[in-house]
């Protein structure tokens, strides 16, 4: 379906810029663009910002995501709007339209800037029992316990890839959790690779301290990877391969993840081109390939909060024209980037070290597909016209990176609308899904 279907029978308004996800790189675009005289529209899908990793933080609080919380809170050119989802995007020469769904329905917006600080999604890669209740992503089971969810005492394994586990690890212990091991698929090298380079730049070392302070008396088990996680409708153990050996620990929750995937649907729809990582291209002053459109944080690659925040910075300053303020960024840009790149080596994934699923193992969980089911198709094109792998209401954003990995597809999913349409809005406007 061409773009043109969605155009949108809804209220429009025009905004100086428009940025795309409040987490640490959105809310830093959002204010420093705003101090270059832009009138600001800041949208995220959460009910606050902060995103996931400032997720709770409150506006005043001590430190910098309680200071850029009250700081865009209180900023008279920045209208933030949460609860806020792009479904569908579309550029026309300098002319850039976002239509957003929301809880009193949809909006058009247009801009001739967008900020795109989307984030990335965890990757998850399927074993057998990982669609057990109990079974959750690193990320997500952070989530939950910031959002009231009582892990006091309850028994926790943290699997998969990246430094993320570390502070999931030590988030969860903070609240009481019982955490039995902390398993990286990552061998020694890697891993003190990454630490090296995370101890040249500013505030990592301190960082570092902390998390290994918070983790004191958890083992942390590299070249250590999931075989399976078992239980009767519930999870109750899990099986790490630790080298040659197998490790089998009870456990209430297990909470993976293998890193995390650039989330570009937005930009893709834009024509925001991509580089070989999968992350989205940009130039020194964090511009994209489209004209008037910028990218700051995981969205053009993984790198951390500091990252982000410069990037956010870098991007606001960019699209609002105040060059001057970026005398020293390409500096703190080169160590930032050489940083990143630490990290993709030390904590690439290693296929010989991860256990290949069995045949009956889910791969797509919104159809219910099977491994034994897709390793014999070439791409995705001839997967989903025989399985629907892809086609559930995540449109790809789980199977998608697991079958990256799996089978060596290139997964290209975005299409309208992004996310699932209320039926509710489709009724207000019966002329949605009827060409012009």
Known sequence: MSADCWKWPVNSEVW????????????????????????????DAQPGAGGQIWRGAAAGQKGTAGDLLRDVAAHPGITVLSGAEV????TRERAHTLTVTTAAGLRQIHAE???????????????????????????GLQAMSKGGLNVRGKRVVVAGSGPLLLAVAAGLRQ??????????????????????????????????????????????????????ASGQNQLQSVTLRRGRREIRLDCDYLAVGFGLVPETRVAALLGCALDNTGAVRVNVWQATSIQGVYAAGEVCGIGGVDGALLEGFVAGCAASGQIERLRDAPRRADLQRRFQRVLERSFALRPERLHTPLPATIVCRCEDVRHGELRGFAGWTAAKLQTRCGMGVCQGRVCGPACETLYGWRFEGARAPLVPLPLAQLLDEPTTLSPP
């Open 87 to 90: 479904m569908a995007a579309e």
């Open 175 to 228: 609240k009481g959790a019982r955490v039995l091991a902390v398993a990286e698929q990552a061998g020694l090298t890697g891993v003190a690779a990454f630490g090296m380079a995370a101890a040249r730049l500013p505030g990592k070392s301190r960082e570092a301290s902390a998390l290994a302070a918070g983790l004191l008396g958890v083992p942390y088990w590299a070249d250590c990877a999931v075989v399976r």
């Open 16 to 43: 100086d810029a428009v940025v795309v996800g409040a987490g640490p790189a959105g809310l830093m675009a959002a204010r420093t663009a705003a101090e270059g005289g832009l009138r600001v529209l800041l949208l």
């Open 113 to 139: 800037r967008v900020i795109l600080a989307t984030g990335a999604n965890e990757r998850f890669l399927p074993f057998d029992g990982w669609t057990l209740p109990g079974v959750v992503g690193a990320g």
